[in-house]
């Protein structure tokens, strides 16, 4: 899996000459994927974001099963 980590490694090396680029100091999402353009994956980006909704979903019913655990509590 050396092959995976010289992909990350390329792509994290994009995204932060992105954000440099910017005049930013702080890398995020938006300059990952815009790296993930520049460099022929596109493709990737879609996958990304379908499955950082799927995430955040995942978080909210977390965050309500908490919620209602910690109600239960009072």
Known sequence: SRIGGVFVLYISHLANE???????SK???D???EALNKAGFSDF???IDS????YEKNEMV???NINDK?????
């Not at 992105?18 to 930013?24: A, F, Y």
């Open 45 to 47: 980006i879609e996958k």
């Open 62 to 64: 977390n965050i309500e």
């Open 51 to 54: 499955d950082l909704e799927e």
């Open 18 to 24: 992105i954000c440099k680029s910017k005049g930013k």
């Open 27 to 29: 890398l995020t999402l």
């Open 70 to 74: 910690n109600n239960d509590l009072n």
């Open 31 to 33: 300059d990952l994927k």
